[in-house]
């Protein structure tokens, strides 16, 4: 609803620089948060992530939207690769996390991101 306000640079490169900063932020939390009541852990948790959420689901939105104004018919693929990838990176993100840390996982979205940022190039501004 409100991606048609952000531009898809401007979204990008402010989820990639908090999604870069988040494992400081979780490794100063975390100590901290485990003494706390459930419900505190929960409220904190849901105000940490709400803002990862909301500018994650900008990219997608603006990114169909470039499509369409070049190339309608790729609106589908678009969704199909989306939907492909979502599932990949699921898996990949817990065996990553497994193995170096939610950290690793949190630093490679960033760089994903980042590819994501260059690739669209000019287009982005849009």
């Known amino acids: 609803m409100t991606s048609q306000r952000w531009t898809l640079s401007v979204a990008l490169v402010i989820l990639i620089l908090l999604v870069a900063g988040y494992p400081f932020l979780i490794k100063g939390l975390s100590g901290i948060a485990l003494r706390w009541p459930a419900w505190a852990r929960f409220t904190l ?16 939105a603006r990114g169909v939207n470039i499509v369409e104004q070049y190339e309608s018919s790729l609106v589908p693929w678009a969704w199909a ?11 990949l993100a817990v065996i990553v996390a497994l193995t170096w840390g ?11 991101y980042g590819a994501a940022l260059l690739l669209f190039g000019r287009l982005a501004t849009h």
């Open 45 to 60: 948790t849901t105000l940490a992530l709400a803002p990862l959420g909301y500018l994650m689901g900008i990219p997608f």
């Open 102 to 112: 939610f950290a690793a996982v949190l630093w490679l979205g960033a760089a994903a």
């Open 81 to 91: 690769i989306n939907g492909s990838f979502s599932v990949i990176s699921s898996v």
